[in-house]
């Protein structure tokens, strides 16, 4: 359903050497996956950092098509080494706990923020002609002050990972405009598939409401009326990927989205006919939560669409049978 | 020609327990001797280092009126004993020089950034009820989109500094907004008058000129058409207290402007004649910094006015003309 191997665009990753940055991820590892399918050489880096969504079991059946780097992007002379060669960069290491961002604040900033300006720094020196393509996130508009939420809306953190990660994404786009390093930034919606962290919600909540199915039990869901939208991991992985090929996208910032806003009861019930029984409760929302909600989101994302030939294909329901199906067969590994 | 002392929004700052990260620095140090006269306990805290504003000449006459500390704002352990008991925080700690933020970008990062996050949480931990005035700048908006240039402009930053100085007020709003902490930020534009740095062209350009004029050199125009404003640091003292002082104006943030908009031909035409003599030629934009040149830029500073009942009093010539009378009789000090 993601867009098919043989389209020619993804003829350039054949041979292309490549560094992922979080590769052992949720969205990092099933990106080097299909790229090691398109005959790239993938070299990974990963922290493995236990709270993060680093996992060796994601790249299980590829650890011979693919190299794995274990190190931090805190770590600058290591990544500088690393990057000598390379010519495409997905960035995908991050701490991704708006709650953790908020009790470990620091340390938010020192990954989000400071590593990503060494990351570039170090490109400028070692690997200047790479192409980039930075995972951002929606969460630095914070509560929308319109809907759909387009690029120009302004950016409003609610949160110190907000802070940070749109910092992290304005030094792209700087590094671009001043350097010319072909950096672009990708606004991540709610991603969810195989792979996703599930043992907690440090990644997303649909990770813990995935696990709470397949173990019986009923999950929480928080309020229930706000509307979002979701991207397929396929679709994310095809949007890092026909980025990284376009050459218009240097530079630029872009809102990737998905095919249908649902609100979070309707995601609830959908995901429980997915599994064919489950079931959840309703909950007001927890008073620590409430201060960085941001009520209903969705994404325009017909700037990505038209700039880089990009849709999501994936449904939703299918997109949720596919990610039960995984974590049915797999579960223990991600527990 | 500023508010006058006798203005009694300023009551509230006889014997308070006050706090000026940048205290000896241009505003700072005009800001710690107004508070002083004003019977405010005023603490500064200045690094003194070279390549930044502060100096000890600043508070000459003002020694036994204030009390200096000299550290780091990257110092959290110190800073975080120094704030204990403090009411009031004028945070103007910063590196501002854009270039050195292209070739030190990390050290630009720990000041503007990372130690403003330090600083926020210190406050959190030992001075909640602390009332915070942060130096922010038009820098941010980078090259306008629109004239005047309104707090909702987007924020576009055109060097790493601007990056860290956004990320730094960011954090401010946000630890308003979550915490409650009584923070606002003043987007300063060309801010000049006595006690600015006229070294180099770190902190202002203006700075250069005056000391050009003053020892009977030409000094450089670059371009000439660039429409700017321009606020005389007494009007940017006040500024800062009414700020301080303006319930309201807590979470907020404010561009603060001047009174008349010129180009800097124009600018440089009233300098000659407040000095009565000088001479400049008009340069081609150096190539390193065209690219991170923003071309026109003037604020509309119509919310802070409003909000906090200030104006700019000081009219640009007779602004000029204070600058060179205090720099004729101190230049030595500040060579």
């Keep these: 359903m993601s867009i ?8 350039v990753f054949r041979g292309a050497r490549v560094l992922i940055t979080g590769g052992l991820g949720f969205i990092g590892s099933t990106l080097a996956r299909r790229l090691a399918t398109l005959g790239a050489d993938v070299l990974i880096v990963d922290s493995l950092i236990p709270e993060y969504g680093g996992n060796l079991f994601n790249i299980a059946g ?24 390379r010519q495409y960069l997905f960035n995908l290491a991050g701490q991704t706990s708006h709650l953790d961002s908020m009790a470990e604040p620091v340390i938010d900033l020192e990954i989000n923020c400071r590593a990503q300006l060494t990351l570039l720094e170090a490109c400028r020196q070692v690997a200047p002609d790479i192409k980039i393509v930075f995972a951002s996130t929606r969460q630095i508009y914070g509560r929308p002050a319109y809907l759909p939420v387009d690029e120009r809306h302004p950016l409003h953190p609610v949160d110190v990972n907000g802070v940070n ?12 405009e001043v350097y010319g390093i072909r950096a672009c930034a990708l606004r ?31 999950f929480e869901v928080w309020g ?23 050459d218009a996208a240097a530079g630029r910032v872009f809102n990737v989205g998905g095919e249908e806003v649902v609100s979070l009861r309707e995601l609830a019930d959908a995901l429980v006919a997915a599994n064919g029984s489950g079931r959840y409760v309703v909950r007001e929302f927890p008073a620590e939560r409430k201060r960085i909600d941001i009520g209903d989101y969705y994404a325009a994302d017909s700037l990505f669409r038209e700039t880089v030939q990009w849709r999501a294909r994936v449904p939703l329901a299918e997109g949720l049978q596919r990610t039960l199906a995984f974590f049915r067969e797999n579960l223990e590994r991600y527990l």
């Design 62 to 85: 590829f650890e011979d098509r693919v190299s794995v780097n274990i190190s931090d992007i805190r770590d600058i002379y290591g990544l500088k080494h690393l990057l000598k060669g």
């Design 224 to 246: 229930g009326d706000q509307l979002r939208d979701f991207t397929y991991v396929d679709d994310a992985v095809d949007a890092f990927l026909l980025a990284a090929t376009t």
């Design 188 to 218: 991540l919606t709610n991603t969810y598939g195989p792979r996703m962290r599930i043992k907690d919600a440090r990644q997303t909540f649909v990770g813990i409401w995935v696990r709470a199915v397949l173990e019986g039990k009923p």
């Design 4 to 11: 098919p191997d043989n389209d020619r665009r993804l003829d």
């Design 165 to 176: 990660k749109m910092a992290g994404e304005a030094y792209h786009i700087l590094y671009h």
